[in-house]
């Protein structure tokens, strides 16, 4: 669980710089403060808690089985979130006014 709160907390520290930072001509989104911040820092726990009582309750297997299972859960969470924040993030970089054409 504390893994799943680490995850969360670099993923969206890493993801949202841009857009908190304001790196494009100093524009910032607070929202990325009070929707994505929480639902991942408390996101990634809750996953990787229901990733371990599947594993364990449901399907039965070893623990180990179970941290292995939880460890992948979160490595695919941690990319499907850096995905949402690249895309919430895009209009507060260079790249994306460079390719607009500013």
């Known amino acids: 669980m504390v893994g799943g709160f680490i995850v969360g907390f670099v993923v969206w520290?890493?993801?949202a710089g841009p857009g908190v930072?304001?790196?494009?001509?100093?524009?910032r989104d607070?929202?990325?403060f009070?929707?994505?911040l929480p639902l991942m820092?408390?996101?990634m726990p809750a996953l990787a808690l229901g990733v371990w009582a599947l594993t364990l309750g449901v399907l039965r297997v070893r623990e180990w089985t179970a941290a292995l299972a939880v460890v992948v859960?979160?490595?695919?969470?941690a990319w499907g979130?850096?995905?949402?924040?690249?895309v919430r993030t895009a209009p507060f970089t260079r790249q994306a006014?460079?390719?607009e054409g500013w």
């Open 97 to 99: 006014a460079e390719q």
């Open 73 to 77: 859960a979160l490595a695919a969470g």
């Open 41 to 43: 820092f408390f996101g």
């Open 21 to 27: 930072q304001g790196s494009f001509e100093g524009e």
């Open 13 to 15: 520290g890493i993801g």
């Open 34 to 36: 009070y929707v994505e």
């Open 81 to 86: 979130c850096t995905e949402w924040l690249e």
């Open 30 to 32: 607070v929202s990325l």
